[in-house]
């Protein structure tokens, strides 16, 4: 089945730095893959739908110059928090669907990022 | 309103027992509709999809009532291995991307 490979798993990193998480497709293009954030005990929040050739659509509420989207291949989507703060602290998840099978979204494993 | 809801839990509950689970959505042009289990600190991965005449996938049986907006799953004969957070799931037609639940959390005990 359709494969979703993210990277890296998880983070720690220095408050006002910022951070790359990379999403990519493995068997699959996708023309469309979406960005979660999760934080402890609460469900996945969309932050942002990346497209590919094109500019992220951001979910209200979610700074775009702060989490910036770039969808440069049909298989890889990068999601990069910058200046990165404590609150960022979260669980990052990506999904895409394999859009000629129409099958099920399949999410990457997640990145755990903390901000210290 | 939130516009996926669910009971967050915890259940708990005796292994071998059945435990059925409800969710509610708001968005009336709402389309596809799943289940989702996430372990701690995991990705989600689908359980499975709910069809208008309700799916059965072994021990699992889940069931969608467009009308009053409700979608349920009932694991019947529950294992160690279900414990997990249960996430209800929507997709809105000519929309791609999924409206999760909060989750509900169950913990089988032996």
């Known amino acids: 089945g359709a494969v979703v490979s993210q990277h890296p798993s998880w983070v720690i990193c220095k408050s006002g730095t910022s951070v790359k998480i990379e999403c990519r497709s493995l068997?699959?293009?996708?023309?469309?893959m979406f960005w979660y954030r999760q934080f402890p005990k609460q469900s996945l929040m969309l932050m942002a739908t990346?497209?590919?050739?094109?500019?992220?659509?951001?979910e209200q509420g979610v700074e775009k110059d702060k989490f910036l989207i770039n969808h440069a291949s049909l298989t890889l989507s990068t999601l990069t928090v910058t200046s990165a703060h404590p609150e960022d602290s979260s669980f990052y998840i990506c999904?895409?669907?394999?859009?000629?099978?129409?099958?099920?979204?399949?999410f990457g494993s997640g990145t755990r990022l903390t901000v210290v | 309103r939130k516009e996926v809801e669910q009971d967050p839990g915890p259940f708990n509950v005796p292994e071998g027992a059945t435990v059925a689970f409800n969710c509610t959505y708001s968005n009336s042009a709402s389309q596809s509709f799943f289940w989702y289990r996430q372990d701690c600190r995991k990705e989600p991965k689908l359980l499975m999809s709910v069809y208008s005449s309700g799916n059965e996938d072994g021990r699992f049986t889940a069931q969608l009532n467009r009308a009053s907006q409700y979608i349920s799953l009932l694991i019947r004969d529950s294992k160690l291995s279900d414990s997990a957070t249960y996430l209800c799931?929507?997709?809105?037609?000519?929309?791609?991307?999924?409206?999760f639940g909060q989750g509900t959390r169950l913990t089988i005990n032996p």
């Open positions: 999904s895409a669907r394999d859009e000629v099978t129409q099958g099920g979204y399949t």
């Open positions: 799931v929507v997709n809105t037609r000519g929309a791609q991307k999924l409206v």
């Open positions: 990346s497209n590919e050739g094109s500019k992220a659509t951001y």
């Open positions: 068997d699959f293009q996708a023309t469309t």
